[in-house]
């Protein structure tokens, strides 16, 4: 009797830090995507010494997620190696596994881009703003940064740790990458998509967004037979794309 | 390039709503690279230019975002954020699109191309165990984005939308990413040659030297000589009737040409005229000669080259008989199919068939060969068999696809015949011409004909 009300306390416990994994994930993506949306003015005109902060300040709360969601992902997966599980916790656990995994993958390779990037576009005088790019981008961080402000994670409350500088965050989840791959062997072909296909197609979300489509259609006046003539045998050399 | 006083005229582009920055205009472009290069030649290096950055994706064009050149008028075009830069270290990888995909998806509520729903479709299928990170970092991605200003977003998904053009352009599109396979061996890194390489290097070079060599102007002849009679029918330099099938997707070349066709093409019919040797590799050209060489009752020959070809290729163990009954049928003295071939040669083979290997008839092979260029081939040429075939032949119109032809082309490409299925068609063909070809008993033929008086 006692050992079936220990499973049971077992369950709920692992319940309880199956759901909390699963907000860290959310609270990861947003992070990883708001880090995304900064690290595309780089290099930029819109590119700022604030820009670099808030790019510091997110890669720090992704760092803070990233390495507690990893614990106890970590934690989760050896418990539930241990104890006597049923198939589905097993594989909700998987699957958040998989899921981590693949932020981490994404997130790594936004900041090996951010850091060659910093490198190639050192904003220390005022003379290297004259290499920066013209890419129509005036300055929009300020949205993104409240953005990341309001995310919230389980832990980030608990637990302060160091933040590394940009290369050392890089080897470190390199390191935690290829820590988890060994530790626990989890098959990526056997976690399956929740959600069918096109299912975001679907869904509204907020206001209709066909406006920003008919934005980005430049007006063509009368340019129809001018796209003809630009296509001349001797001036492409590479030839046309579509 | 974007200085103010000394760089591309930059200007504002006025949308419907807004007015957006930095945009420049091609001809600004040609002109501004022309003067920095130095060219005197009328610009053609400097669209060149042009049209590479944005073939690569450095800058990319407004109004037609698919047509990737530098068009020398007022079209309008952007710098390229470094970030969407292409560079050799970063791949574009899958997953980044799928979440692209996906976005696009959540915007244009499920109305992308047909090419990005091919994709999406495979990617689904092939990143499923990923596909709720992709839709979460989608949606996530998408709602950071609308926190920036309007302007600033547009410009964020043309720069995207550009990125993702150049990295996975639509079907049959030239792209300038295409690279070849990446190298094994680092060719710009010095190698130590060891003493016993020189060593081999300066036995192959002396070899080399003391070969007997035939002179330029010999060998190049036999070269225009081949190159003048193929050259129409190479597909790469004469089109290919009555389209290629790798370029329109549409394999009716290959129906056209297949082993057992009745009526050959004409290409076909003319490339039997080359050589016997291309007669012979042909099997649909050697059945026609078989044909012709059944009315002049001289196919011993033939079968002779035949069945030696047989002993060539077939396997060890079939050889003895195989060889067994060839000296049967074709050479020994009184043989039904005795072929003429000279006395020192069928010396030679019949000693050699007492211990046969794979190449025992190869002297006699090629002696059967020779008689058969030199004299054969040549009334086959001119006899009314081929001439007949010439007339019979097709010649199939080209085929002129539109663009949504082809797309429809792609779309139904199928399989084709499986090999099993032509093996079997093979083989049954095989029994009835081995049927065909046996030994008429003349006694039953003899009865046959009394029973129907």
Known sequence: MSRWCRSVDELATRRRQQSECERAQEALCKVTSCFQQLATSLGASADCSFLREEMDETRALAHRISSGLSRRLIRLLSDSDSAPTGQEDRQVSERLWVLFLSVLESFLSDLRKASDLIRQFPLGQRSDRRSLVNAGCLDGVVGVAARVASVQAPWLTLEEESIPDLTNHITGLEAILSDMQLRVPVPFWSVEATQPLWVEAATELDEPEHSLEDLMEVEVVSDGNKMATCCQPPCCVLGCVG | ?453
């Not at chain 2, 200007?11 to 003067?35: E, F, H, M, R």
């Not at chain 2, 839709?135 to 990125?163: H, I, L, N, S």
């Not at chain 2, 290919?240 to 082993?259: E, F, I, V």
């Open chain 2, 1 to 453: 390039m974007q200085d103010s006083k000394s760089g591309i005229k930059g200007s504002d582009q006025k949308l419907n709503v807004t007015t957006i920055p930095y945009v420049i205009t091609g001809k600004d472009v040609i002109a501004w690279i022309a003067n920095k290069m130095k060219t005197t030649v009328e610009g053609l290096a400097a669209q060149v230019f042009g049209n590479m950055l944005v073939a690569y994706g450095y800058i990319y064009p407004l109004q037609n975002h698919k047509k990737l050149v530098m068009c020398n008028d007022n079209t309008l075009y952007r710098f390229q954020t470094p970030y969407f830069w292409p560079t050799q270290k970063w791949v574009a990888e899958d997953s980044d699109y799928a979440i692209y995909l996906a976005k696009r998806n959540i915007r244009k509520k499920g109305m992308l191309e047909p090419y990005e729903q091919a994709h999406y479709n495979h990617l689904h299928k092939w990143l499923n165990h990923k596909w709720d990170f992709i839709v979460m970092q989608a949606t996530e991605q998408y709602k950071a984005g609308k926190e920036r200003k309007k302007p600033d977003r547009v410009v964020f998904d043309c720069q995207e939308r550009a990125y993702w053009m150049i990295n996975r352009p639509p079907r049959r599109t030239h792209s300038a990413m295409d690279c070849g396979p990446d190298r094994l061996i680092d060719p710009s890194v010095e190698e130590k040659i060891t003493f016993d390489q020189y060593r081999r290097m300066n036995i192959f070079y002396q070899q080399a030297i003391m070969r007997s060599k035939v002179k330029s102007s010999v060998s190049l002849g036999a070269l225009v000589k081949y190159v003048t009679t193929y050259k129409n029918h190479d597909a790469f330099l004469a089109p290919c009737l009555p389209s290629n099938p790798w370029q329109t997707d549409s394999d009716a070349y290959w129906n056209l040409n297949m082993r057992r066709v009745d009526v050959p093409t004409k290409m076909r019919v003319e490339r039997w005229s080359f050589s016997l040797f291309e007669l012979l590799t042909d099997l649909r050209g050697r059945d026609d000669f078989k044909i012709f060489l059944k009315k002049e009752f001289s196919g011993e020959n033939l079968a002779f080259w035949e069945a030696a070809e047989e002993l060539k290729w077939g396997t060890a163990s079939s050889m003895k008989t195989k060889a067994e009954t060839i000296f049967k049928t074709f050479l020994a003295p009184g043989a039904p199919r005795w072929i003429n071939i000279d006395g020192r040669t069928m010396g030679l083979t019949v000693k050699g068939l007492e211990h046969p290997h794979r190449y025992v008839l190869e002297a006699a092979q090629t002696h059967v060969f020779l008689l058969m260029k030199k004299d054969t081939f040549f009334r086959y040429l001119k006899s009314p068999v081929y001439k007949d075939i010439q007339k019979k032949a097709l010649n199939p119109e080209p085929h002129n696809f539109s663009p949504a032809q082809l797309e429809q082309n792609a779309q139904s490409r199928g399989p084709g015949i499986h090999p099993i299925i032509l093996w079997q068609q093979e083989e049954e063909e095989k029994a009835k011409a081995a049927a065909a070809s046996a030994p008429v008993d003349v006694k039953a033929m003899m009865s046959k004909i009394d029973r129907k008086k």
